[in-house]
């Protein structure tokens, strides 16, 4: 498994997207909508918090001590009767930790670009978040990742190859300065030159133009 696109696109990813809708009781083709547009903004919020030394010695601790990706052993189980307090509870703790004063932004933003109500996108980002985690701890180990070092690589490896609008939704809500700081390296694969010329605003324009 490569990246976010290739597991959405896999029988786990479809596993997932089952489990996900029938814990929100949304339709799979709307929660399908919402995870291929929230899992690359979280990973790319990891990636930003990952660019300093701590960042990504936190995250390689997250991972280590917690987010094995034992958690993929057993999806069915996961979402079997509803999802565990517990994990609901791990997740809202990520996101807290992920997102920060940002978390209410993306929620609204993706609520307004999926047409999914607020509740349920926080509801499905509270379940996606440890199972992020699960996915980016799987490929830690699959690609002996055991430094600190190596986990932004990495993050960008997996982010790779996104959509436009979805580079477009990163940058904005993860960059809100617009200071072209962070994924640049994923933001300029599809957007170029451009993307410094058009600013927050233009790119904010993009994504609720249509």
């Known amino acids: 498994m490569s990246g976010l696109i290739d597991l959405l696109n896999s029988d786990l990813g479809k596993q997932i997207i089952n489990g996900v809708s029938n814990q929100t009781g949304q339709p799979e083709s709307k929660t399908a909508d919402v995870l291929s547009m929230a899992?690359?903004?979280?990973?790319?919020?990891?990636?930003?918090?990952?660019?300093?030394?701590?960042?990504?010695?936190?995250?390689?601790?997250?991972?280590?001590?917690?987010?094995?990706?034992?958690?993929?052993?057993?999806?069915?189980?996961?979402?079997?009767?509803?999802?565990?307090?517990?994990?609901?509870?791990?997740?809202?703790?990520?996101?807290?930790?992920?997102?920060?004063?940002?978390q209410a932004t993306v929620e609204n933003t993706l609520?307004?670009?999926?047409?999914?109500?607020?509740?349920?996108?926080?509801?499905?980002?509270?379940?996606?978040?440890?199972?992020?985690?699960?996915?980016?701890?799987?490929?830690?180990?699959?690609?002996?990742?055991?430094?600190s070092d190596g986990i932004t690589s990495l993050l960008g490896s997996m982010l790779g190859g996104q959509p436009k609008q979805n580079q477009s939704l990163i940058t904005s809500l993860i960059d809100a300065d617009g200071d072209g700081s962070v994924l640049d390296d994923v933001?300029?694969?599809?957007?170029?030159?451009?993307?410094?010329?058009?600013?927050?605003?233009?790119?904010?324009?993009?994504?609720?133009g249509k």
């Open 39 to 102: 899992l690359p903004v979280l990973m790319g919020a990891m990636k930003k918090n990952a660019s300093t030394p701590e960042g990504a010695s936190n995250l390689m601790s997250a991972i280590s001590n917690k987010h094995d990706g034992s958690i993929l052993n057993n999806l069915s189980g996961l979402f079997d009767g509803g999802v565990d307090d517990s994990v609901m509870q791990d997740g809202n703790g990520i996101l807290k930790h992920v997102l920060g004063a940002k």
């Open 111 to 147: 609520s307004a670009k999926s047409g999914m109500d607020a509740g349920s996108i926080a509801q499905i980002l509270k379940v996606a978040a440890p199972i992020l985690m699960g996915v980016l701890g799987q490929q830690t180990r699959a690609n002996n990742v055991n430094e």
């Open 187 to 208: 933001a300029d694969m599809v957007l170029g030159s451009n993307k410094k010329k058009a600013g927050l605003g233009g790119l904010l324009g993009g994504i609720f």
